[in-house]
């Protein structure tokens, strides 16, 4: 069965996908969007995340040199220039797009923590997003999209898509089983990354991948990738993922994830393997370690060690600090007067955690942390001595919300093969693209703003190519 041709069908009803199909409509194009989900509650990245938008933990409205400049420093310029460009140019202008959808915001003391999403969800641990910011800006979306004369499909999932010579023209789904063709003059992948495929996982970015706790709604399987690898695309690294350490305990008890995070108490102290030792730099924040934790030889064995005093500072530091959330939530947090007694507690080997807090210790002490093995760093995270009983230990693991790496984009968010032509009418945007985040130090931009603002240039790009003035 054809549908009517439509100016734009959409794969993927997130944030990326809704920003570009309300934009397309209110540029007057026709919009199809294809969403996976059978409910209109359906599960989401966005919908269940803490709705703050910064770019590289920038305030977002800051002038483009200043954006411009987080994104170089954060990825150590290894991002693409036209991505850089296009989100640092575009970041204050979405904010803007937003509250002319009825988005409000509220700001906070922390710098990057400028814009979220209002109505914000509860300091707590556990998930708390039905009628919270993020949710209801997405029924806003849908909303103007179907007021256009739009149309969000549920229960449609991508196959394949369309292509006429080298054009891409519309796309091949099964709706509640049933197979349609969706035929368009142009086609947005924005069904986000792979996280939720096992497999595609375990090929990219590791081996352990049933070992890694999905902290997110786990709905992005990578459809988008695969159907624009197979027209040509050209497909950036895929071997980072924007995550976080959580208590071990999310395994067995959901109301330990996706949040508190354990970054803080892990990074300003130590992260040791089964045996005691360290064996990764957690000056390089969070993110990094769970995604070196995730490539590790055993990916459950990893425990974060700290002291009193990194417990009482940073970790009642985030914005839903493990100190208390994780306690009150029934989370692990052993506690003993000595390291010999916490190894015990922690099911570690005395000695090798003994050597490792007092080998910590002395670098920290005689400035000398970049001479450990591995080195330690703190270009994110501050070293703090772990000298003060009494002494905690958190078992974690590592907590996967999407997959960094994807489709090759330009900075019109148009899918690039690999001699970098544009497919013509095929575009991207979101979490499934790669080229700006990720690199060899697992950059993050922000995946709010990174969705937001490339679905917006697509629905503006592909306007233009129809000779609306935007």
Request: hydrophobic share 40%; proline share 4%; charged share 20%.
């Amino acid at each position: 069965m054809n549908d009517t041709v439509s100016d734009v069908v959409i794969i993927g009803g997130g944030l990326a996908g809704l920003v570009a199909g309300a934009r397309a409509s209110e540029l007057g194009l026709a919009v199809t969007v294809l969403e996976r989900g059978t409910d209109h509650n359906y599960p989401c990245n966005t919908r269940w995340s803490g709705g703050v938008i910064h770019i590289a933990y920038t305030d977002i409205t800051s002038s483009p040199e200043i954006l411009r400049s987080a994104i170089q420093r954060d990825t150590h310029s290894k991002a693409e220039a036209s991505q850089i460009h296009a989100v640092s140019a575009n970041g204050a202008r979405f904010i803007d797009w937003l509250r002319g959808q009825g988005s409000t915001f509220v700001r906070t003391e922390v710098d990057w923590q400028q814009l979220i999403l209002e109505p914000m969800r509860d300091l707590r641990a556990g998930l708390d997003w039905e009628n919270r910011g993020p949710d209801q800006l997405l029924a806003r979306l849908t909303a103007t999209i179907k007021r256009n004369g739009g149309e969000v499909v549920l229960g449609a999932r991508g196959r394949s898509l369309v292509m006429k010579g080298d054009r891409c023209t519309g796309v091949e789904a099964t709706v509640n089983g049933a197979q349609r063709t969706f035929l368009a003059n142009a086609v947005v992948l924005a069904d986000g990354g792979f996280q939720g495929n096992l497999e595609r996982l375990a090929k990219h970015v590791t081996s352990r991948s049933d070992s890694i706790k999905q902290r997110g709604a786990a709905t992005g399987i990578g459809d988008g990738l695969t159907m624009a690898e197979a027209v040509g695309a050209s497909v950036t690294d895929l071997d980072k993922f924007y995550g976080h350490l959580l208590s071990r305990d999310a395994f067995g008890n959901d109301n330990v994830w996706p949040y508190p995070e354990v970054d803080a108490m892990a990074c300003a102290g130590i992260l040791v393997d089964s045996n005691g030792y360290r064996f990764t730099d957690e000056g390089l924040g969070g993110i990094a370690a769970a995604n070196a934790l995730s490539r590790s030889d055993d990916p459950l064995g990893a425990t974060a060690i700290f002291d009193a005093a990194i417990w009482n500072g940073p970790g009642r530091s985030a914005r839903i600090p493990a100190n208390p959330t994780l306690v009150d939530a029934g989370g692990t947090v052993l506690t003993a007067d000595s390291i010999e007694e916490l190894a015990l507690l922690a099911e570690l080997p005395p000695s090798g955690l003994v050597a490792s807090v007092a080998s910590y210790n002395r670098a920290l002490e005689i400035d000398a942390l970049t001479k450990l093995s591995p080195e330690r760093t703190d270009p994110k995270h501050v070293a703090m001595p772990i000298a003060s009983p009494p002494f905690h230990a958190i078992p974690v693991c590592a907590g996967i919300t999407y997959t960094m790496g994807g489709i090759h984009i330009d900075g019109n968010s148009r899918v690039l093969r690999s001699n970098a032509s544009a497919i013509e009418g095929l575009y991207a945007a979101g979490a499934s693209t790669g080229g700006l985040e990720g690199g060899g130090n697992v950059a993050y931009i922000g995946g709010l703003a990174k969705a937001g603002i490339q679905g917006l240039i697509a629905a503006e790009t592909i306007a233009r190519s129809r000779g609306v003035s935007v």
